[in-house]
């Protein structure tokens, strides 16, 4: 006799099995324009993917009428074997027993009781993901705060410095727990239940985070936020992938490969200086990119407030240099592309990117690697198995999860920017 859980599970399947991908929300720009390349590896495993790090080197110069001249010995290219591990996310989400014996009669009825669900299930996966995606492991978190305000016991008002600060990563947060590191010593403030703060509120304008938590995680973060605190998402902290700001600011051991031994593993940086991002300065970031072999189109992430500055200076440069190349430029767009000495340049504003800097890669060199991409099966469970009893409540659960983490394979043609201030 079929069940409940049975029968929607059959539901779902029959309903969103091809329609999952429809729901990818716009935030997630990074997800939608990088492949996810399945693995043969299974879950917990690492995926391997050979890296070269170094030309060939048996060279042999001679002088005219050299003769029978000796040959120098072959030094053979260095291929590094990256290994890029699974970075494990899973959300829960809960229908009632009421409502899920209603939905179960039919179709029509199970559409009605899930298609919110499910939609809004997929759009806060994909926005972790595609957080992740850019900054996961970063240094400094989702966001670096310095100072706050109490409120109460239980409750104080954070301000999130303007550098670190992305809208993308913070709407619609609240109600999500974070948690805090000393910058100086990486150190979790508070311990235990003490150092997992819930987001009340969020005031996108002045970009402050309302927080609230036990009386001694508060009192502990009131006064590590004398100085500055990293944010992470609960239990993020290194667990999650390496986003591509990590790899960008890497300079030591990822992916087992050294950047240290070999340059050509290093990204690279420049430094704006505390000013707006112009085109001029742009372009010069992506010298050093094109020195290491850079020769082909890459796209500049940044911030809207930054994408703005850009916008106008485009529209200066045009007015002034008739021999600009540039396209996509017209009123209303979302893009800018103009030609650079790599080629093709193309400027792409994403709300996920924080105000103090920007990320110029060759987009045909990322891909995301894993086990599996964003799914409603649970590991070990079968085919047709979406909803699982609460252990603790009266209702049944549907999962969501993923095994996955971005890669970039030639970090040396990748630029961060950093340092900037919009005007």
Known sequence: MATIATNLSGLFKE?????????????????????????????????????????????????????????????????????????????????????????????KAFVKATSLLVKNMMESMRKRVEIACWYGTDPDGIGQASSSVNTDTTHTVVQISTASWATGIWAGMEGSKIQFYLDSSDALISSSTDSIFAI?????????????????????????????????????????????????????????????TYNLWRANSYNVLSTALTFGKAVAGLANAVGKGLEEKVTLWLSP????????????????????????????????????QNGEVEIVSHSIIKEGEAMAIPMARVRR??????????????????????????????RCYTDQHIFLETPAKAVRYYGIVNT
């Not at 495993?45 to 001679?62: C, F, R, S």
């Not at 703005?308 to 440069?317: I, Q, R």
């Not at 240099?321 to 209303?332: H, I, M, N, Q």
């Not at 690697?369 to 549907?398: N, Q, R, S």
């Open 15 to 107: 309903t969103y099995a091809d329609v999952v991908i429809q729901l990818v929300p716009e935030v997630a720009k990074l997800v939608k324009m990088v492949d996810f390349v399945p693995s043969d590896k299974e879950i917990g495993n690492l995926y391997h993917q050979p890296v070269i790090v170094n030309n060939e080197h048996g060279v042999t110069y001679a002088a005219q009428n050299g003769g029978a001249f000796t040959l120098n010995a072959a030094i053979a290219m260095n291929m590094q074997d990256a290994q890029i591990p699974g970075a494990q996310i899973i959300l829960r989400s809960a229908i009632d027993y009421e409502s899920a014996a209603r939905a179960s009669n039919d179709k």
């Open 200 to 260: 009340d509120s969020v005031d996108v304008d002045n970009k402050k985070l309302t927080v609230s938590g036990t009386t001694t995680g508060i009192s502990a973060l009131d006064t590590a936020l004398a100085a500055a605190c990293n944010i992470f998402f609960n239990g993020a902290k290194a667990k999650e992938m390496s986003g591509l700001s990590k790899i960008l600011q890497n300079t030591g051991s990822l992916f087992n490969i050294s950047a240290t």
């Open 305 to 340: 407030k930054t994408w703005g500055n850009l916008n106008t200076d485009l529209a200066a440069l045009r007015r002034l240099d008739s021999g600009w190349r540039a396209s996509k430029t017209e009123a209303g767009t979302q893009n800018i592309s103009y030609y650079s």
């Open 369 to 398: 690697l894993g086990a599996v991409d964003i799914t409603f099966k649970t590991p070990g469970m079968g085919d047709d198995e979406f909803f699982l009893h609460l252990a603790d409540a009266a209702g049944f659960e549907l």
